[in-house]
């Protein structure tokens, strides 16, 4: 059984952007007086969270068509002329 590594990294970057975007939206807005008032984290976190369910949605759907080849099966290489 192949686990394509979109899928758990989906879900790490997915995980990640929940977190730093809710402390961005929620966290104390004092802290971004050094940054010239730019919520960073609200940022990013909202980066991360698109990358994470982009890498989930591809690597799901890879899997749902047999894209990602089994233990079993037989990878052959591409051949290069005759």
């Known amino acids: 059984m192949g686990v394509d590594i ?3 990294l989906g879900a790490m970057f997915t995980l990640l ?4 975007a809710g402390f961005g939206m929620f966290g104390n807005k ?8 730019i919520n960073v984290n609200l940022d990013w976190g909202i980066v991360l969270l698109i990358f994470g369910v982009l890498m989930l ?4 759907r890879s899997e749902e068509h047999g894209d990602v080849p089994t233990e079993g099966q037989d990878v ?3 051949r290069i002329g005759h």
């Open 30 to 37: 004092a802290i971004y007086s050094q940054t010239l008032g």
């Open 76 to 78: 052959e290489p591409p």
């Open 57 to 60: 949605v591809l690597g799901l």
């Open 6 to 8: 979109r899928v758990p």
């Open 17 to 20: 952007g929940i977190l730093l």
